[in-house]
């Protein structure tokens, strides 16, 4: 059996191996680029420990997982010029880096490039593997909308959020996890339950990182930077505050997020102040954790031995910082 | 046998009837907006007509073909966004209509949407048809690219425009012939001529656009007579005189492409002249002959009956207006 670390090992040589059209060299160095500014690989591990559970033999999986962080990284690429986004990962984004058109078209060529790996799958799992990514590759797509049609929007309610973030983020790691079964040989229904477990961690995922964008920061810079409170970013938290706050408690909200000039150090301040009174950093913790625990629920019915599950339990956890 | 105007007629009826995930309604207007516009529809209609040489029966093919065309508008999509194009046949382009984050992502799950149309290919041709429409879709993006840097380039050989035409427009209808050819159940020589058929078209096609923006009806084409000359665009004409201009001649070019303020008119007359002196009108138009009779030479080995052959030999003469 593999381990996190053995897995993200063969996704990047896969990675390195990909073939590119060499005719237009400037195509292809800003897929290079992103592709090698790393991040967990989060998307193919997932798939290769989901082939693992139900297979000793994972090589058939290697390819189409890689083009599930592929694809992921097209996202990245596009998402970074809809966000004017000048950084990703301490490094400056493609947009930046380049500019605009050479950002649309090298992420174009990503998603093509994505497609050569799924079609890539063995034969007799061509078709289902192809049609659960695609049809995430759209719903990531309508999460993407839904989350700039939320960034305009006055009132958000914390399931539509939740809606968005399924689609958007969860929708390509339960993608990813059944891709990884179907590869393996499990049945339907283990598959579809892979599908469930890696939606859950997606949104699980996605909690967490709206919380360690206020409080993850501080291990590292020794204060809260709460980029995402001084940008306005809907996050779980804000949603979820604006629906349990007091009229009063609201109007403080809003008003920090109509400050046209503010100091960063005390609108950030002031936020947590409401968020603390309203008990929302436990509130997301509780909902990220049972949207784990529902993963586990789903992983102990899941036909493969316990021992082959734990690599996917450790993930899990990781995920939400249990691994702390 | 069907003829051009049923294909276009069949292929509108799939276009109206793609689905697709209503939950962002966002995302899917400006998707519905440039598929609506119309156009020729020559993509889908020439794979169906390849289709249609080898059997009576097309309908495996409609959505595969309906695929391509999805993916054509998708790059027309992006294409306007990189050239700031205000305008496709006289209505506004996307992101002027919307916004350039609204063009990035529409288009971005057009190509999903056109992935969507290829898994239904009848799956003993699923993975053939793909590997295709793959190709061809990577070789669009580097053409693409290609035309990126030529527009850049001072000096930029014939050989070079045509391997760039290759690419970003021959590319595909080439492949549209052939994935039509091999869901009609052509054999591997047959389906080959057939990309070559698509491809010498292709290369006719987009010369004879070039010829079009100066000596084309404005009514008829939509654009501003003589647009690619104001603009400096680099077209086969503009490559093809730079190559055989004296040196004086190429200085006056120059000249004109230099010119920060001037009046449309003058330069277009002034352009147009040294081309007339070149014989530029007369090149472009015996080469754009020589692809479409190199087409028929392929047609004509083409293991299927004369008469069936008749509505593709009509496509390609009107492609350089020989059906005037």
Known sequence: MYNQAELKKLVNKAILNLSY?????????PVKYILSIGGKRLRPVLALMACNLFSDQIDDAIIPATGLEVFHNFTLVHDDIMDHAPVRRNLPTVHSKWNLNQAVLSGDVMAFMANECFLQTPSRHLLKVFKVFNKAAIEVCVGQQLDIDYEKA?????EEYLRMIELKTAALLAA???IGAIIGGADDRDAEMLYEFGRYLGLAFQIQDDLLDIYGDI???????GGDIISNKKT???VKALEIASIEQAKQLHEQFNLKEFDPDEKVQKVIG????????????????DY????FVLLDKISAKNERKTELVNIANSLIGRDN
């Open 176 to 178: 990813s996890s059944k």
């Open 274 to 289: 409401i968020y603390e009174d309203l008990n929302i950093k436990n509130i997301s913790e509780v909902l990220a954790n």
């Open 21 to 29: 059209n060499e005719e237009a060299a400037k195509l292809n160095d």
């Open 154 to 158: 006055t009132i958000v309610s914390h």
């Open 219 to 225: 291990k590292v810079f020794g204060k809260i930077m």
């Open 292 to 295: 784990i625990n529902s993963a």
């Open 236 to 238: 779980f938290m804000l």
